[in-house]
């Protein structure tokens, strides 16, 4: 492989659009070919970026030998089949959450980039931000002590469309799967992946999730959750130790800020790091550093850790109600 990366976008949607600024925006990164089921699309797309070639089915992409790694952002649903033709064709995939619609596929898509030795990774942005390692820093460090509770929320009103795939149980829609995610591996990422109980209430409308409010038991600690698209929330999360507490910026998943106080409230330090250009450059040059040292998941964001949330969601589908 030559020093420049060769990135496939598989999928033309919103987010596919806000990658693409990205990896024209990165270090060694080359927006080489995108695809869409559309033709029409594909062009306007691969035009708009730059992009060498553009592909009008996914087949051809995952097919292009000149590709070094694939971005799939198709709706969730997808993920599984998608990534599947990638590795098929010896592709390498960072593929968008959540990963899958549930802990079997995953496994499933696990055993197979094993067994093919190809670089896999959910694009979890927010784990490789900086405001997220530092935070991660300073818990290490030991400046807010141990953990006993961690609230994180993901809320923000939705228009009701019955085509968006947000509302399409078909396309994977719903709250927990779009926006609980992000919660949910902030809280496990710092309590760990293994919570004695998981309590949760879900609203169903629209043959999916509306929102939902999770508790997770921890032998010594407790966190909390709700995501939807109903209500507008701050979207804070705060991580309280016994010596102080960790508060990121509202919008955690995406913030730039992250601030530490000790345990009488007192700011004792903050960190910004504004983002390079729209904060999923992180996660770009976290792939590219591992395909650069032939490392097969991310350190970052290890398949480990996206498996046990997949887990813990698996659960919350099982216990609450869900729809799907
Ligand atoms: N990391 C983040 O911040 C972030 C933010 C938003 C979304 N996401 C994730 O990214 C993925 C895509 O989200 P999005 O908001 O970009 O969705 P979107 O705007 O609906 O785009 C999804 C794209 O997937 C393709 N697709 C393939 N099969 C499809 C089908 N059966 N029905 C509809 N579209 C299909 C379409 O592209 P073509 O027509 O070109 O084939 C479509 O434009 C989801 O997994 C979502 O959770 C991540």
Known sequence: MSNTVNWGIMATGKIAHTFAKAVNFSDGAKLYACASRSAEKATEFGKLYGAEKSYSSYEELAADPDIDIVYVASPMSCH??????????????????????DSAQFEELIAIAKRKDLFFMEAMWMKCLPSFL?????????????????????????????????????????????????????????????????????????????????????????????????????????????????????????????????????LAEESITPHLCNGYEYEIMEAQRCLAESRKESVLNPLSDTLQVMKIMDRIRAEGGFPV
């Open 134 to 266: 530092k935070a991660k820093e300073w818990f290490a460090d030991g400046k807010i002590g141990e953990i006993k509770a961690v609230r994180a929320d993901f809320s923000n009103p939705v228009e009701y469309d019955p085509t968006d795939r947000l509302f399409r149980a078909d396309l994977g829609g719903g709250a927990l799967l779009d926006l609980g995610v992000y919660p949910l591996t902030l809280i496990t990422a710092f309590l760990g992946y293994e919570p004695k109980q998981v309590l949760s209430d879900v609203n169903v409308d629209h043959g999916v999730d509306m929102d939902e409010a999770v508790i997770l038991k921890y032998e010594n600690a407790y966190a909390s959750m709700v995501a939807g698209f109903d209500i507008e929330n701050d979207n804070r999360a705060v991580i309280v130790g016994t010596e102080g507490r960790i508060a990121f910026d509202p919008w955690y998943f995406c913030t730039d800020t992250v601030r530490l106080y000790n345990k009488n409230g007192k």
């Open 80 to 101: 599984y089949e998608n990534v599947k033709l990638c590795f098929e064709h010896g592709k390498n995939v960072l593929c968008e959450k959540s990963i899958t619609m």
